[in-house]
């Protein structure tokens, strides 16, 4: 079973960082495209940024400049470096990666966190 754990939330003050980390957990598989998304209170959960395994990257147009997705492979670790944060970006963080198995291809989505831009 593959677990991803998600850290790295909390409380800023606009202009300033945050760092996520997203780290899978279990064995026998092989990790696919990596993905930020995030889910204000009242909206539907939207794309923030995506890597591949490829290392191609999409960032939704909001955060284009200010965030940066990157990942380790040898850590089964997905990182989203947050700049310039704005209040806007308040929201419930998720993970999601794409697991590989011999016969199969799954989604999997971690537990959320929570980030909290205000002054």
């Known amino acids: 079973q593959v677990q991803l754990v998600e850290s790295g939330g909390g409380l800023v003050q606009p202009g300033g960082s945050l760092r996520l980390s997203c780290a899978a957990s279990?064995?026998?598989?092989?990790?696919?495209?990596m993905g930020w998304y995030r889910q204000a209170p009242g909206k539907q959960r939207e794309l923030v940024a995506t890597?591949?395994?490829?290392?191609?990257?999409n960032y939704a147009d909001s955060v284009k400049g200010r965030f940066a997705i990157s990942r380790d492979n040898a850590k089964n670790t997905v990182y989203l470096q947050m700049n310039g944060l704005k209040p806007e970006d308040t929201a419930v963080y998720y993970c999601?990666?794409?697991?590989?198995?011999?016969?199969?291809?799954?989604?999997?989505w971690g537990q959320g966190t929570q980030v909290t831009v205000s002054s």
């Open positions: 279990g064995s026998d598989y092989t990790l696919g495209a």
């Open positions: 999601n990666t794409e697991i590989y198995r011999v016969l199969s291809k799954d989604a999997y």
């Open positions: 890597i591949t395994n490829g290392d191609n990257i």
